[in-house]
Each structure stands twice: as C-alpha cells, then as structure tokens.
C-alpha cells in the first residue's frame, strides 16, 4: 500500500460521489477503501485476479458498460456506479445460476455458515432457484488423510488452484475439460491422497469459498475456513514481516512464522 | 516452484515425438523432483500445445508418461499440462480409437445430408467414440467446408489428418475407406465467381499456384511489398488509415487505429494473424488460405513493418490440414528466399512467421483466448482493458487481425488508400467476403462491394433453393432474417440499425422444408459445447439456454420457458467475459422473436 500511496491520485465518482482514487488501482480496492459494498466470489486479496465469477460487474461511463471491478482498473474522470436496479438483477441470476449448477444443499454441508456462496444468496436476495436443478453427481475425494474434495459444491471459482500456485508453490490443482464438463482436479486426475505434490498445507482448504474443500470428518456446520491468510501471506512475503497471526480458526493450515508457505 | 513428476514415463515413439518439438534444455533432476529446470525450460512453455498435438497426431492420444516427459522438458505443473490437454476436443489425454472421422453434424451440414451419414456411419462402425479395427467416429461442430457439405474431419494417428466433403462422406464406403489408409488428395479451390471482373480478395483463387512462390511472383507477389517499402512505416498506416479498413472477422475495429497503436510501443511487441475460422457456417478463410497462402505472407510483413513487430503468429484452425501444410510450405520457402528473417526482401527489417494449429476450441477463435493458446494455457479469455494493443501476447503490445482483412492490405498499399475507401459506403469501405451455403443454388465464397443487398446476394449465388423460410445471417453469433429482411444492403451500418451483424459474413439459407426448431436446438448445443466454463452466467446459461429451448420446443411453446430464456439471455449477454457468451442468445432470441420456432 505504501507504494501504491506514492503513486498520483485522480479524481474519480463512485455512485454519484467524487473521491480520490490512485492511479491504476482496481475499481474494487477504491470501493472497499471508501466503504462501497461490492459483492464477490472468485476474488480474493492476495491472489491474482480470476474475473470469472462476474458478481463484481459496476456500471462505468455514460453508456454503463458493465465492467469487473476485480479486474478494471480506474482512470482519470471515471464514472462509477456500484448499484442499480439491472446490477441487483444481474447479480442475483449469478448466484441462481450457481445454485443450479452445484448441490448446493446448505442445511447438511460442513460450511453451512461459513459459506460465501451462502451470504451472497443472503445479500443477493436469492430465495428461490427458477432454473432446473443440474443435481450433479460427482464422488466424494476423501483420499487425502487430512483433507476432503466435495465436488457438488465447488463453483469453480480457482481460488485453490490460484493460492496453491501462487502462495504454496506446489500446483497441485487444476481445471479439467472445459464449459458445464469443466472439473476441480488434483495433478492428472489423480485422488487427492495421491497427489504427490500435495504438502497438505492446507491453505486451499482456508481459501475455498464454499463447502467443497473442507477438514475431513467436519459435521455440518462445522468447517471454517480463513481465506484472510491468501492476503496474510502475501503481504508477510512481499515487506519480509512476518508478524504473529492467531491461529486459523480450526485449529488446522497454515500457522503464522516463518515456516509458513511451504518451501 | 517445486514440481514433482510421477515415474511415468513415455515409449520411444513417444519420446521422439516430443523431441522433435521441444528442444531439450538441461533439467538437473533428483528422483522425482526437478530442481532446477530453468528460465530456459519455463520460457518455451509455448511449445506445449504443439507437443501435445504432436504426440496426438503420432499415436492418437497422449498417455500419462508423454504428458509427463512434456511437463518434464518443459518445467509445467502436471496438473496445469493436463487442464490444457482436456480443454482441447482434438487431444485425447485416455486412448481412443486411432483412426477417428469427426462428422460434421452442424447447421450447415446436419439438414444438408450429415444425419443420413451419421446413422449409416453408426451402423457400421458402432456408437460413437468405440472402436471398429482401430476406427471409430465422434459429432462434430462446424468444419467450414460448408459449400461443399456434407463433411467430414480425419484424424488419423500416424498418417496425415484430412478432409473429405461432399459425394465423398454421402459416399459411406468411400468415408471409412479414406478413414482406413488411403491418401486424401485436395481438391482445387475454386469460387464461382473465377474470372470475374473486379474481384479483389479473390483475384487470384483458383489461377494462382498456392504451392508455388514463383507463381505468386508471376501473379504480381512482391509488388505490394515494395510499394509498402517506399511509402515506409508510417505511410503504410496512413494508407491504412485513408482506407478505412476494419476487421472482418467479427468486431469491425478499424485496423488503423491498433496499428497505429502497436507503432507507438517499443520492442517486443507482436503480429497476430487468426486464421482460427470455426464460426458455424464460415469458410472463406479456408479458401483464401488453401488458394492464395504466399499473399497473405505478403500482407503479414507489410503489416508487421507496419507496426514494427519482429514476429508473426499464425494461429491457423486445427480442422484445415490443407490450408496447414501449404501455409508451412509457403512459410519455409519464403525463408529460403529471404522475404522472411533477419533482412526480409534485403530491406534491413527483421520478421519472421510462427505457424500454429488450433486443437479443436471454437473459443481459441477469441483473440485474448487465442493468446491464451499460444502461450500454452487454457484458451480461456482475458478481461478487457488491458486490450491487446497495450498487453497481449506474452503480456506485451500486439496487433490481432483476421486474415480477410489482412488481404486487404496489399490492395491498399498498391492504389492508396484513398482508392479503396471510394468502394462500397462511407462507414464499409473496399469488398467483403460471404460465405454461401445451406440451401441455395450455388454454394460457395463470393466477394462483393460493400451495399449490395441480402436478394441481391442470395440471385448472384443461383438463388434459394425451395422456398425461402429463414436465413441466418452472421453465423451461430447472428441473427435469423427472413424475406422481410431481402433490401438489407449488407454494410456494418444498415445491419446495425436492424439490429443485425454481419459478424464472419456467413449467409445460410434455410427453406420451408426444414425443421428451424433442429437448426436453432443444434446452435444452442453448439454454444453449449464449445464455452470454456471460465465465467458463471456463460458456463451455465448456455447449458440452461439449451435445456429451456429444447423444452420450449417440444412442450409446446411454454411462456414459462420463455421468460427463463429471456433470463438467462440478459444474463450471458451483458455479464459474460467475451463475444462467445454476450452472443451465445443472439440466434435463438431472433429465432423466436420471428416465431420461426
């Protein structure tokens, strides 16, 4: 942040209000720095930007051309407008979509509470699904001793395979195939437990924003997840810092320190 | 990074393969783990799309120790080698038959003789994807040989892949025999329109050589260059600019203005051909890159000295061998003849053409998923800004053209631009190509000045066959006109006040004897097929598009399932990352608004 300071402001307008935003920073720092709520999923603070999930879409310019605010940097004398009624539309159509495409069955998934996709539902004012349920069915990957892979409930948002390239450094995980085929995969398909590469970290487990990464032998209800620690190890590798950080909240991923990350 | 490979390792065959296109760099390994792989390794990351296909085109999949020995040679995550290999139709990461016929069964073929084929191929060969003595078959999207329909795609493990088209897929035995061994020779490209008068991008089709750089000389080759010479970096783009050229493949962005913007930045920087035509119902790139491959070198320097950029990629579509091995040909003998490398044509600037083959993604067609290709990722689009002039190829500036408007080029620098942009109207400037199929009298490529007419059109190519029910115009991305629709002069600026495009100039007629309701159902699978699943509302709304039409359709035109389609139209329209998803409802929408289904 502190470089980004030493760069030139420029004014900009934010749902009718002029305020002063650094030169080059995305749509989506400015707004959560002046308190503008804008929702997301597939973005998270330490990772690279995914643009995939489309819940961040802002109206920007005269002709309100819907731009990600995730991956749209700020110019001079932009217009910018975080809420209309066509925004709420198509925001909650998203997470519809989403819903319909997964087994998104929050009263028996581990995360029920500690889900993102749950509150985005809340937020979006999602209640009820106009699309035919996809159901699909996919086996559960419980291969790994520590961890489990619910593939009925990952909405494909990256977040695992992005920290797991980028923070941990190992790789581990993928897409597989592409459109409604499109798959989570650990290595060439592997089961989890036999993803040599894997160092059970645990850090995609903490990022993932629904119940699909989970602790094995979570209850419902029971998983929590940290995805603050994508943005905690970010900022302690880039300034050297690596200042004490409570526990994650299950007790399990990665701790604070200087051991953290991984190799 | 800390990779770690498994033990599986590749067959000797397999191994050559891969050494043929990737040239090893010294990897120190340590039993199971590479420890230093390099910046060496990591930077020909681009080379793994061409090591996949080469593998596939060698032993008709890729196996867990190739993908391995790729991954190695390379320094790539396994995991991310596999999520590029799956994304692709034509690489096959399980074993499957080697010898496969991909039967077009798409709106240009489908109701055109492909579903006759398709059931008598089934017949024979068994269900789709088994394997009869080593043959099998899959359903495939468009394979642009639409003039000359029905078609069929030969991938054929260890012999070189082919096309055959017409009487020779009606034809079943003729198929599975060309599916067996026998050499597929290509038949000679030709328009219907050879010899006429004033035809500019296809003056040359069908007199031309396109196997031969001499005939491209005696043809009138190199003058366009050296006028480029003459008039300079800057007098080219401003040639450009006078024209008022813009992009047919789709957008219609005026050329000059991402030239002149590529110009401006300094080394690296890159040209972009895409030459990855898969638009359902297009074509002409096909015959302009299997009847005249030296012009468009030609018109690639004159663009690359243009805008200063060293290198050339031509992305050019996996489904046209023909159109693959004359353009390596003309690119090899243009090397020999000093017109491409260090001092091109002896005029002390350096460029030089890279070949590239698509897999089977209609998305790669997108020029940031294009991109995306070459790198060796996933063809998944990019958001835009940063647009390609700015950040594109390799992160750096890059100009993307189709290549009917890179032909353009040599025409401009030849009369100047002034003589171009007093053709066709005032905001369509110079010729452009349609693409001529379904039923209509005489199929085929057809160049024409920018404002003649739909009817006009549809006369000149023989006239519709039957009675005219509907017309798609633009391709899977347009829209479905009727006679209403005849007086559209066919320039950007008339189609776009009837809420038209003429998107890669595919005019497709349809008559009254075909069912519309199969032709809109397969568009909607077609998109469903081919979205790369990167971004939700175009991921599931184009599976969600097709389930509601195919309900509509034969539940009696519910409104229920009307307003859901409307819903999710709205949906991948304004929400979607690229044109694929903010088009994918075009022709479904204009279908039923016309009650045409």
């Excluded at chain 2, 790539?76 to 080698?81: F, I, L, R, S, Y």
């Excluded at chain 2, 002149?260 to 302009?288: M, Q």
Aim: overall charge negative.
């Amino acid at each position: 942040m502190s470089r980004a300071q030493a760069r030139a402001t420029v004014p900009v307008t934010i749902d009718g209000r002029q305020v002063k935003a650094v030169d080059g920073e995305r749509i989506l720092d400015l707004a959560r720095r002046e308190g503008v709520p804008i929702p997301t999923l597939c973005d998270l603070e330490g990772l690279s930007v995914h643009g995939g999930c489309r819940l961040c879409l802002v109206e920007v310019g005269e002709g309100a051309r819907l731009h990600p605010a995730c991956g749209t940097e700020i110019s001079e004398d932009q217009q910018i407008r975080t809420d209309s009624p066509t925004l709420r539309d198509h925001r909650r159509r998203i997470v519809e979509l989403l819903f319909a495409e997964g087994n998104h069955v929050c009263s028996v998934c581990v995360s029920n509470g500690s889900c993102e996709l749950q509150t985005l539902a809340t937020e979006t004012g999602v209640d009820h699904i106009h699309y035919e349920l996809e159901h699909p069915r996919h086996d559960v990957d419980a291969s790994h001793p520590l961890f489990s892979l619910d593939r009925e409930r990952c909405v494909l948002c990256t977040r695992c395979v992005r920290v797991c390239d980028e923070i941990e450094g190992a790789a581990v995980w993928d897409i597989t195939q592409r459109g409604g085929e499109s798959r989570l995969v650990a290595e060439m398909d592997v089961p989890w437990g036999e993803a040599t590469s894997c160092t059970s970290c645990g850090k995609c487990v903490q990022v993932c924003p629904t119940g699909a990464l989970s602790r094995r032998g979570s209850a419902t209800g029971e998983m929590r997840h940290d995805p603050q620690i994508a943005a905690f190890l970010a900022r302690a590798r880039e300034h050297g810092e690596w200042i004490d950080r409570p526990p994650a909240p299950n007790g399990d991923g990665p701790r604070s320190g200087p051991k953290a990350g991984g190799s | 990074m800390d990779l770690r490979f498994t033990d599986a390792e590749p067959t000797a065959q397999e191994r050559d393969l891969i050494e043929a296109t990737v040239p090893r760099v010294e990897v120190v390994e340590h039993p199971g783990r590479v420890v230093r792989g390099g910046h060496d390794a990591r930077s020909q990351r681009h080379l793994l799309l061409p090591a996949l296909a080469a593998v596939q085109a060698g032993i008709g999949h890729v196996s867990e120790g190739a993908l391995m020995e790729i991954c190695r040679r390379l320094t790539v995550p396994p995991a991310e080698a596999y999520g590029v290999a799956s994304f692709y139709a034509l690489i096959s990461t399980e074993p499957r038959p080697p010898r496969i016929a991909h039967l077009c069964d798409d709106v240009g073929c489908g109701p055109f003789g492909a579903d006759e084929v398709i059931a008598e191929v089934q017949r024979r060969l068994g269900p789709a994807g088994a394997s009869t003595d080593g043959s099998g078959w899959a359903r495939s999207p468009c394979l642009g040989q639409c003039d000359r329909a029905p078609a069929a795609y030969l991938q054929r493990a260890g012999q070189e892949d082919a096309v055959v088209a017409g009487a020779d897929v009606s034809d079943v035995d003729h198929l599975v025999a060309a599916l067996d061994d026998h050499p597929v020779t290509a038949p000679a490209v030709t328009v219907p329109q050879q010899g006429e008068p004033g035809l500019r991008l296809l003056a040359r089709i069908g007199s031309v050589d396109p196997t031969s750089l001499v005939d491209h000389r005696v043809h009138g080759g190199g003058e366009a260059l050296r006028r480029a010479l003459e008039l300079g970096p800057d007098g080219v783009r401003a040639e450009v600019a006078t024209a008022n050229l813009r992009g047919r493949g789709g957008a219609a962005f005026p050329t000059a203005v991402k030239w002149d913007a590529v110009a401006a930045h300094d080394d690296p920087k890159y040209l972009i051909c895409n030459a990855d035509e898969s638009e359902p119902g297009t074509f002409k790139d096909r015959v302009l890159l299997e009847g005249d491959p030296y012009r468009l070198l030609e018109a690639m320097t004159i663009a690359a000295y243009a805008t200063g950029c060293r290198i050339g990629y031509l992305y050019v579509r996996g489904e046209y061998p023909v159109a693959t091995r004359r353009l390596a040909d003309a690119i090899a003998t243009s090397r020999q003849a000093g017109l491409l490398g260090d001092d091109v044509a002896g005029a002390g600037f350096a460029f030089d053409v890279e070949l590239r083959r698509g897999q089977g993604a209609y998305i790669c067609g997108e020029e940031t998923a294009l991109m995306e290709s070459i790198e060796g990722h996933r063809g998944e689009p990019r958001n835009k800004p940063p647009f390609p002039t700015d950040t594109g190829l390799f992160g750096r500036p890059t100009v993307v053209n189709n290549v009917e408007t890179l032909l353009n080029v040599t025409d401009i620098v030849l009369e100047g631009g002034q003589a171009f942009a007093e053709l066709g109207t005032r905001d369509s400037t110079g010729t452009r190509l349609f693409c001529l199929s379904g039923a209509i009298a005489v199929p085929g490529v057809y160049e024409v000045t920018y404002g003649e007419t739909l009817g006009a059109l549809l006369e000149r190519a023989g006239g519709v066959t039957g009675e005219l029910a509907a017309v798609l115009l633009g391709g899977a991305a347009g829209s479905f006109v009727t006679a209403e629709h005849l007086d559209v002069p066919l320039t950007f600026e008339a189609t776009r006040e009837r809420g038209l495009a003429l998107g890669s100039g595919v005019v497709m007629p349809f008559d009254a004897g075909t069912d519309l309701g199969r032709v809109v159902a397969r568009i909607a699978a077609f998109f469903r097929d081919e979205t790369c699943g990167q971004c939700v509302p175009c991921r599931v709304g184009v599976v969600r598009q097709e389930e509601a039409l195919v309900r509509y359709l034969s539940n009696g035109r519910e409104t229920v399932e009307l307003e859901l389609l409307g819903d999710i139209d709205r949906a991948m329209t304004d929400a979607s990352i690229c044109g694929l998803g903010q088009t994918a409802a075009s022709a479904v929408r204009s279908a039923i608004a016309q009650r045409l289904v």
